[in-house]
Structure formats: structure tokens, C-alpha cells
């Protein structure tokens, strides 16, 4: 059976799959298979080159194919607007589309989606793979293949490539935050898996099994790919690197604080009130002579 995107039109080949399964164009968009349905029609448009046809003609006046169904035999229902076509079509007989599906290479798993439950199908792609629920539309990656794609070395890799098309970040933008928010269980391994602000300040919270891999609820994955791209990963290295400079700064503040008290103790138990002239120039100095060494 055919179907085409509802948002682009590219066109995909699902006879593998059962009606009510979810398949993830390449523009982002999920698509639900709908049952078949086939609505007979008569024949507007030659097959073979999608010109106009007469009533009646038998042959087509641009390119001479025959048009008699007897001659074709029938073939799939069009995937725009699920006429009748004849047997290898090259153009749909109702409405002219141009019919070039294009094939979906997926091979089954024993993992569950951690979000729905259902099995989930093995993606290929051309020199890639990853893991993806056709009910939801979660995608699974590997530990050790989406840290690589998150480097600028690897940015441009097959998967990353597949997930960073302008279409799909636009998708992404659009999409609404999943609701239902609770710890997931790993599907490799089963147990409950991490969940993480993604780089801590991308705003996208992950779900994470150490060892085992990365779960992405729709859009998520794509979102991460536009932060990276636009150098997040970066900007949360600073901030990192900010964060610990300040904190050896306030370190500093407090040893030498906690140093200014033990000297002040020291001088009480000698039965002095408060540190002499002599002890305050010694102080003054001994931290004038460590500043040097900071």
C-alpha cells in the first residue's frame, strides 16, 4: 500500500506495516497508516506519462501507451487521492500525481518503547541506523552513537544528517512538550533511566540509561541538533568553566576568613582583646606576602 506525507507528499511504500502504525518522514512529520481504501474512477490521465486522456481513447496521444485496463491490469490505490491505478503506474489515472514511493527499511526488535509499550523497529538508513517506536514515534540511540553525534566531528554523521533537515527543525519548533512526565524504564535493560537537562541549560529534558543509551520522546532529538548547531554545547562549557572559577574564588574568600578567625582566636587565648598593633601589622603582612603566591 501507498501513502504520501500529509505534509510534504513524498510517498512511501507500507505494505509491511499494519493500519494504525506511524511512519516518520523524511521532513519530521509522523504519519499514521490509514486502512486501505480504493475508490474507482475513470480514466483521466495516461499512466505512463500523465498526460490528458479523451473519453475513449485507447492510446495515449503524447506518449502511445495503451490505456485499457485489460492490456495494465490493476495496481495500487494512488496515494493522494486513493484512486484505482493501473498495474505499474508511473502516474496516477485520476488526479496525475507522479508516483515514486520511496522504500522504508525497518526490521523488527524484541525491545518495547519505553513510552507506549510497543514494539519497537530497527530504522536503516544509508550509513546508519537507530532504534524507533512506529506508535509514538520515540527514538532510541545507542550511548556511545548519540554522544557522537552531539560532537563537531560527528555533527555531519548519517543519523545526524537524517534528523537536522531544515524540515524536521521547523517540525520541531512546532511541536508540543510531552506531558506526561515520569522516569522511564530502559529498554535494553529494563530498569528506570535518568532523566537530565540536556548540556544543563538546553531546556530539553532527556531520558538516559548509562551504558545502554539515550531515549527521545518526537522532536526531541531534533531539538537537541538545533541547540548544538547554533553552539549550546559550547556556551554550557563556559558557563561550566565560570561556575568553577567562582567557586575557587569563594574558596579563597572563606580560607583566608577562616585564617583572619584563627589568628583573632589565637590572640584572645593569650589573654589579649583583640589583636596589638604589632600582631595586626603581622597579619597585614603575612597577607600581603601570600598574595604574591596566589
Known amino acids: 500500500m501507498l501513502i504520501a506525507c500529509h505534509a510534504c507528499a513524498r510517498q512511501y511504500d507500507v505494505g509491511s506495516l499494519a493500519a494504525g502504525k506511524r511512519i516518520r518522514c523524511t521532513c519530521g512529520v509522523l504519519n499514521t497508516i490509514p486502512e486501505p481504501t480504493v475508490r474507482e474512477t475513470p480514466m483521466q490521465r495516461c499512466a505512463s506519462c500523465g498526460g490528458e486522456l479523451a473519453e475513449g481513447v485507447k ?7 495503451g490505456v485499457t485496463i485489460a492490456e495494465r491490469g490493476w495496481g495500487e490505490a494512488c496515494p493522494s487521492c486513493h484512486a484505482r491505478m493501473v498495474k505499474d503506474a508511473k502516474f496516477c489515472s485520476a488526479c496525475g500525481i507522479a508516483i515514486q514511493p520511496q522504500m522504508i527499511r525497518k526490521s523488527a526488535t524484541t525491545q518495547r518503547c519505553p513510552r507506549c509499550k510497543d514494539e519497537m523497529v530497527v530504522c536503516e538508513i544509508p550509513g546508519g541506523h537507530f532504534t524507533e517506536c512506529t506508535t509514538c514515534g520515540g527514538v532510541w540511540l545507542e550511548e556511545g552513537s548519540f554522544e557522537g553525534l552531539t560532537t563537531q566531528q560527528e555533527h555531519s ?3 545526524g544528517s537524517y534528523f537536522s533537515t531544515p524540515e524536521r527543525m521547523t517540525a520541531a519548533t512546532q511541536a508540543p512538550k510531552v506531558m506526561d512526565v515520569r522516569y522511564l524504564p530502559c529498554p535494553q535493560c529494563g530498569g528506570l533511566m535518568n532523566r ?3 548540556a544543563k541549560c538546553s531546556g530539553v529534558i532527556i531520558d538516559w540509561c548509562r551504558g545502554h543509551g539515550y531515549w ?9 541538533l538545533e541547540f548544538v548547531s547554533r553552539g549550546g554545547l559550547e556556551k554550557s562549557r563556559q558557563r561550566e568553566i565560570e561556575a568553577q572559577n567562582e567557586a575557587v574564588r569563594k574558596a579563597r574568600l572563606e580560607a583566608r576568613r577562616a585564617q583572619q578567625h584563627a589568628a583573632r582566636e589565637g590572640y584572645r587565648s593569650m589573654g589579649h582583646s583583640g589583636p596589638s598593633m604589632e600582631g595586626a601589622m603581622l597579619t597585614a603582612l603575612y597577607s600581603l606576602l601570600r598574595g604574591f603566591f596566589d
Open 196 to 198: 537530565k537537562n540536556f
Open 59 to 65: 492510446q495515449c496521444p503524447y506518449c502511445q501507451a
Open 157 to 159: 554523521s548519517a543519523v
Open 216 to 224: 527521545f520522546d518526537p522532536h526531541e532529538l531534533e531539538q537537541i
